[in-house]
């Protein structure tokens, strides 16, 4: 599904409650946004006390406003002893504040540490599902910027409690029809609560007919009523299969692979608490593509704004947040100032492009020729995209600090020569048969030699490409300012060196770099920098990386299809999966910027937590899409 642009609200202060003209509505009562949503929609729906000896408890707002409801909900849970483990909250907003009115609005929170901490965290207003992370993931705010009636469908969570929040019905009726609120049915964990301050009719029996048994309770301030419900169904209709089915409870897990992939995902579960196992062939980590000395990271463009466009700008942003701070304390070496992809296509029709998606340029903007010029202080092609939220990263370093994450254990020089399911676990194997390791979860990252792991994944459109990058010592060639992609790659390394290529040759396993594919990265580079290049070729550094690729350039990731599934297979969340097997491969060229978010979804597949993507998206790099694609055609 595609997602209009954002437009930001207007809101006006000169009272002191928060206005919105366009909707002739104030964001909340006078006598408070804190005490409206600790008696309205804590209280309605019980709050603290249902969340109490839980794992996980999640609520769904249908209107970020503000953000009170969120700060009064994370409060409660920070101040209760007996909180949940984990709180997940997703919200979804058509007209979000920028950020200078997020920060004005909560400039006088009684909340005063959390309303910075959101006002700090805000994303651009892309019309995307943005994962929040605070008190070290234990609180996640999913903030899903578009239109209600679009969003719904696309949210993949089971969900303990509804605030349904928003201008009154009256002045935003599209928010409070019938086909929004039947939503609600669809994402309805047993026992489900709602709570909202309208007690308009066609509110509660819109509730009703989706199975809420509705009370009125007293209301808030001036409003004498509430409406409150639980979700009890005499009649529970057939529900779709569920993606969060495939969830594994296990509290120990093994990952095979040690790179970028596989570092993602063992960082993500043991942020959870699950004890993880990496292990690797190689005698370290980060030993094959995720040992390269830097690489990019950014988004993509496209005109029509796909599926492939789409998650590349939720994984970009999602890798700029974490990015921004490893980078900033030294953590990792790299560069999140901004990067610049060079793109021929005239300055009118780029900008005619950015103005048509309505994407914000905190995420990109397209520049010219002179601009790109002044960014990058060097020669160029010409214009095309700049990234403010981009730029380079040494992904080694990266794999290294996500590996030394409490509750990681690296195991490296070991040949996993097969894997088996021996009752309700998961048995590594050796050449000869003997049980190395085993647990009841494990997750296959082990980049290029997948195949081996899973013969059934040799069916599946993947292919191994050789890139081979070039360094050449500081003063050689000129160095741009920014770090650039277009035609190939350059990146400025802090010792003053440039790092660029890289070649892409698919089924070519020459492992050492030769030099005519260094005279290849040569040409590649002059096209990038408009100048001539003229470097002895059989002179220069590189190195050469094994990516795997999937044909439709998108990765791979999921509980693995059982073999020859049958029943329905028209859509990926009806395809059987094996119990406690999770993949998460073919990050190809852009693991840098796929490795943080591709992480976060597997392990909350893996958890049976909401997913920080969009259903449409998990569609397309659901490793089960090949087994649908199989099924689609003629026989």
Known sequence: ???????????????????????????????????????????????????????????????????????????????????????????????????????????????????????????????????????????????ALGDVSSWLPEIVADVDAFYLDGFAPARNPEMWNRRVLKALGRLAAPGATAATWSVAREVRDSLAEVGFAVQRAPGFSGKREMTVARYAPTFVPRRPPSRLAAASRAREAIVIGA?????????????????????????????????????????????????????????????EREYKALVASGQVSGSTQGMLRIDETPFARLEAIAQGLGLPQAYVRAVDANSAHTMADTGLAGGGWFYPGGGWLSPEALVRHWLQQPGIRVLTGIEVASVQRVAEAWRLLDAFGRVILEARLLILAPGVGFGRLLPAATDWPLNSVRGQLTLVPKGMLPIPRLPLAGAGYAIPLPDGRLLFGATSQPGDTWPDPRAADHEQNLRQLARLLATDVSVDAGALEGRVGMRLVADDRLPVLGPVPIESPSGRLDQARFVARQPGLFVLAALGSRGITWAPLTGEIVAAWIEGAPLPIEASLLDAIDVARFIVRQARKPS
């Open 259 to 319: 790179g970028l992939a596989g570092a993602s995902v063992a960082k993500a579960l043991a942020s959870r608490g699950v004890q993880c196992t990496v292990v690797d062939r190689h005698p370290v980590p980060a030993a094959e593509a995720s040992g390269n000395p830097a690489g990019l990271f950014h988004g993509i463009v496209t005109p029509h704004d796909g599926a492939h466009a789409r998650f590349n700008r939720s994984a970009a942003m999602h890798a």
């Open 1 to 143: 599904m595609r997602f209009e642009g954002i437009v930001p609200a207007r809101i006006v202060f000169d009272d002191g409650v928060p206005f919105a003209p366009d909707f002739g509505d104030v964001y909340h009562a006078r006598a408070g946004a804190l005490e409206q949503a600790r008696h309205v929609f804590l209280g309605g729906n019980q709050l603290p006390v249902r969340w109490r000896a839980r794992e996980r408890f999640v609520v769904l707002e249908t209107g970020f406003g503000l953000g009170n409801n969120f700060l009064a909900t994370w409060a409660a849970w920070r101040d209760d002893p007996q909180r949940c483990s984990r709180l997940s909250f997703i919200s979804i907003e058509k007209h979000p504040p920028v950020r200078n009115d997020l920060s004005r609005a909560l400039s006088t929170s009684p909340l005063p540490e959390l309303a910075a901490q959101l006002v700090d965290a805000w994303p651009p207003p892309a019309p995307n599902l943005h994962r929040l992370a605070f008190e070290f993931g234990r609180v996640e705010l999913l903030l």
